[in-house]
């Protein structure tokens, strides 16, 4: 309840009480003891009240305060209400910041806030996990104490802020982090950290994607360059045997510039592919008949003799384009890498409630240390040799797209000297089996 204080209801009172005390001591007649009497009272009243209100605010624990009355009651009462609007600010205050907290700490990013000093005043959990800092046990301590990176320590000392530094993380040394430092408010800073690793990863991919391209154009672009210079000189002085060797050069490097062109075209459209996979059944056994031609053709050179083991009544949903990019990509490879009269074997069955590919061939095999990097773009065991057979290191960077983009993995056995296998499974869900027809042919 809120009393406001009358300074006339007080006097008036003190007025009423030192007339009735006046009238007593005339009655008494005793005026100057009764006056002091009254007085005295009145003073031990007051100090009575002192007492209980110093031993209210010090030593109780109640929050209401004692009972009184006149002028104390509005005391009491002015100093009880002044101590719940304080309380009510302070959980207010109190909400506030656990609400701020609870954004920062939900922020995907390590943020600390540093004082004018730069000493930490507060850190999220993310600054725990990212930048090894312990709370509340760093609270206080100098920043660059902690993170102690020159590169970090010189932008923190710098005080130009209005760039960020890319840093290795703190706690792992694989891991980049971006620092950004926010001045605020009296002096403090708020330093935010992110990680960047993904990123920087990309811009490399990018950058060396640029430069591998660059390089594989380059190499045919050099040799039809050459030729033609030496025909713009004199074409007449060349013997026709080395026109003809000239030509037939020329048109392979043609060839390759062209294959390594389609097949960044396919890695791009795949890459970029909204196609959804589960909407359309792809007809496995008709697509690898039309794959069996090309590899005949492929292989009159090498005469390998080719098995196609395939269960004809065993379909996929999948996006058939993709499909037969990674079909072809293994068995043109198997092809290429095995020695002439070699045997190359072609299956497609059901394992397991599973659709299996596989190709597998006695080629000379791929050492271990190569099968992790096999599906990275323009990865090939032997440069030279790769180049030969018109291979630009894109194929099973290929396969291995449409096989994320059909929830499935690569799987590749490999000896030296024995052969390879390469392999991979699709899930029950993408495997379409027609019982009726299914048998191996
Ligand atoms: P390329 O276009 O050079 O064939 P790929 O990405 O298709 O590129 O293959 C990468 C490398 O893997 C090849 O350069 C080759 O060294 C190796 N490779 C692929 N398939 C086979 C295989 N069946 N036998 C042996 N090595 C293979």
Known sequence: MYYPYSWLKTLGRLTLYFLLVILLGLYLDGLPVTL????????????????????????????????????????????????????????????????????????????????????????????????GLCWPEDAGRRIDNLIRHPQFVEFFHQGEFSYPIEVTSPTNIEKILEYRIMPYGDKHLLLVARDVTRVTQLEEMRKDFVANVSHELRTPLTVLNGYLEMFNADMTAYPPAFMGKAFTEMTAQTRRMQSLIEQLLIL????????????????????????????????????????????????????????????????????????????????????KKRAEFFVQDNGEGIAERHLSRLTERFYRVDKARSRKTGGSGLGLAIVKHVLTHHNSKLEIDSEVGQGSRFSFHFSPELTVVDSHASNQN
């Open 268 to 351: 791009s459209r795949i890459e970029a592919s909204a196609e959804r996979v589960y909407e359309k059944i792809v007809d496995v056994p008709t697509l690898l008949s039309a794959i069996k031609i090309e590899a005949r053709t492929l292989n009159q050179e090498k005469q390998h003799k080719i098995e196609f083991t395939v269960d004809s009544g065993l379909r996929v949903f999948g996006i058939e384009t993709e499909l037969r990019s990674a079909f072809s990509n293994l068995i043109f490879n198997a092809i290429h890498y095995t020695p002439a009269n070699g045997v190359i074997q072609v299956g497609w069955r059901l394992d």
């Open 36 to 131: 002091t009497i009254a007085t005295l009272l009145l003073l031990a009243l007051h100090y009575w009240n002192l007492y209980r209100l110093n031993r209210w605010l010090w030593h109780s624990k109640k929050m209401t305060p004692p009972k009184a009355r006149g002028v104390w009651e509005q005391i009491y009462e002015g100093i009880y209400y002044l101590q719940r609007r304080n309380r009510n600010k302070r959980k207010e205050l109190g909400a506030l910041v656990k609400r701020f907290r609870e954004g920062a700490e939900a922020l995907p990013d390590a943020a600390v806030v540093v004082d004018a000093d730069g000493c930490i005043s507060w850190c999220n959990r993310l600054a725990r996990i990212e930048l």
